[in-house]
């Protein structure tokens, strides 16, 4: 987030010609790093560092977007980056957190079928691991679309190429959600305790917000209008 605001404040205000000149660099930068940390993603068995990995999809995203040279880029890319700062806490609070401590272990293999015990956090990890993939009614959903739509507009192959990030986060996010909440409960692990009135607060609370701005984003957008569009016409 603090990486965001330095993009806005320091390189496209102070820095637009460089900022332009620069920019095919830029996207193939960010168009790989996208791909290679959802397919490290993919691949890990930690479920610590794929939230961590997720994380570093989601801020090439946020970059390309920024860099769109659009304002419905720079406006997705804000979006994307204020439910990234919900919905990324939210995960990993949950992996490294709250499974965590009762298993002290993120070897995803080792740890399965937690929804036998745990039910309620299996129906947040759910929601949380759906908006982490961006579905609609989650802020997300709106960030991605307005993020898309301005690198579509800045061009057409790097637009193609973000837009695979959709595929591959709801692959990722879905991946490590049924493997440790479904199947066989494990034969390595005693009977869980579910979430308590702390964790289950904390996590609702991260929620609302999220939902709140894939409902209406307007009370976010209406504010970032006028500075967006001083950004790229100043």
């Known amino acids: 987030k603090l990486a965001t605001y330095a993009y806005l404040r320091i390189l496209l205000g102070f820095l637009p010609d460089a900022t332009h000149f620069y920019s095919p660099l830029l996207q193939g930068i960010c168009i790989i790093t996208l791909i290679y940390a959802s397919l490290a993603a993919l691949r890990t068995h930690d479920s610590k560092a794929l939230v961590a990995l997720s994380s570093i999809s989601?801020?090439?995203?946020?970059?390309?977007?920024?860099?769109?040279?659009?304002?419905?880029?720079?406006?997705?890319?804000?979006?994307?980056?204020?439910?990234?700062?919900?919905?990324?806490?939210?995960?990993?609070?949950?992996?490294?957190?709250?499974?965590?401590?009762?298993?002290?272990?993120?070897?995803?293999?080792?740890?399965?079928?937690?929804?036998?015990?745990?039910?309620?956090?299996?129906?947040?990890?759910?929601?949380?691991?759906?908006a982490n993939a961006s579905v609609p009614l989650t802020a997300g959903w709106i960030g991605e679309q307005l993020s898309l739509i301005g690198i579509f507009m800045d061009s057409i192959w790097a637009g193609f190429i973000a837009a695979l990030s959709i595929l591959l986060t709801a692959g990722y996010s879905i991946f490590v959600f049924i493997r440790l909440m479904y199947g066989q409960y494990s034969n390595y692990i005693l009977p869980l305790k579910d979430l308590d009135r702390r964790e289950y607060i904390v996590l609702i609370a991260l929620l609302i917000p999220t939902i709140i701005m894939g409902i209406i984003p307007n009370v976010i957008l209406d504010a970032l209008h006028l500075p967006c569009s001083n950004i790229i016409f100043s």
């Open 58 to 130: 989601h801020c090439a995203l946020i970059v390309l977007a920024l860099f769109s040279n659009s304002i419905a880029g720079i406006e997705g890319g804000i979006i994307v980056s204020l439910g990234h700062g919900f919905v990324s806490p939210a995960l990993f609070m949950i992996v490294g957190g709250i499974i965590y401590i009762r298993l002290h272990t993120r070897i995803i293999p080792y740890m399965t079928g937690l929804t036998t015990y745990m039910p309620i956090l299996s129906i947040l990890f759910l929601v949380f691991a759906l």
